[in-house]
């Protein structure tokens, strides 16, 4: 069984300059989240989904960050324009929805690697 | 709220000798607790789980955690560390089902030959 799939693995732009990550979570997994890792730290929720609904985005800086879930599959999020600070991996994890699991096991992507110059 | 602390950011050991990553959490609800680990340039694979079954989680690798509430701790143990256990060891806590993880600040494992 495929894992949660990530693009591109690393990326390298200038400041101020757009960049997207793209996210293909586990076939029948509804939920879907984003995750922002910053060097020698834990990662932290940016943004999850269910199906397309993004249902808890209080930690996504709006006004340069955004993400979309159009057909509840995969999703795109993306920054403009990007900040020096916004150098981190950016991590995609899906679990089961409305499955009955007693348990939120969340697989995780191998994430992107953002550099901002 | 919830969160948790991760005791040591840096754990080193012999290769053979025990491994003990600690870590305490804080939690309003009865909480789901879980240990990942992150391997350099790969994803967080889950290492074990309490999820209000036994207090004694045993995980995959050879890695187990307990469960003590009265000490709100949930530390992970190994037996004898092997090489290909150098990595980043997450702790972990979930208010519930589907809900964003609250992860620690990591804990770096270095096992030594």
């Known amino acids: 069984e495929a894992g949660v799939v990530q693009s591109p693995r690393y990326k390298i732009i200038e400041k101020k300059q757009p960049v997207a990550f793209w996210c293909n979570p586990i076939?029948?997994?509804?939920?879907l989240y984003w995750y922002l890792q910053n060097l020698g730290q834990g990662p932290e929720l940016l943004i999850r989904?269910?199906?397309?609904?993004?249902?808890?985005d209080s930690q996504l800086p709006k006004d340069r960050f955004s993400a979309e879930r159009l057909k509840g599959v995969d999703s795109t999020l993306k920054i403009q324009p990007a900040e020096l600070g916004d150098s981190a991996v950016y991590l995609c994890?899906?679990?089961?929805?409305?499955?009955?699991?007693?348990?939120?096991?969340?697989?995780f992507g191998p994430g992107t690697r953002l550099t901002v110059l | 709220a919830q969160s948790v602390t991760q005791l040591d950011s840096h754990v080193s050991v012999s290769e053979g000798t025990p491994v003990l990553l600690r870590c305490n959490y804080s939690?309003?609800?009865?909480?789901?607790l879980f240990w990942y680990v992150q391997h350099p340039n790969k994803g967080l694979q889950l290492l074990l789980k309490?999820?209000?079954?036994?207090?004694l989680v045993k995980g995959i690798n050879g890695f187990e955690a307990e469960f003590k509430k009265s000490e709100t701790s949930f530390h992970l143990t190994k037996p004898s560390a092997h090489m290909s256990d150098a990595a980043e060891y997450f702790c972990?806590?979930?208010?519930?089902?589907?809900?964003?993880?609250?992860f620690g600040s990591g804990t770096r494992l270095q096992v030594q030959p």
């Open positions: 994890a899906s679990s089961l929805g409305a499955s009955g699991s007693s348990y939120n096991e969340q697989f």
């Open positions: 076939s029948g997994h509804n939920t």
């Open positions: 989904y269910e199906n397309e609904e993004a249902v808890d």
């Open positions: 939690s309003s609800y009865s909480p789901s």
């Open positions: 309490y999820t209000s079954a036994a207090t």
């Open positions: 972990v806590v979930s208010p519930g089902r589907r809900r964003a993880l609250t």
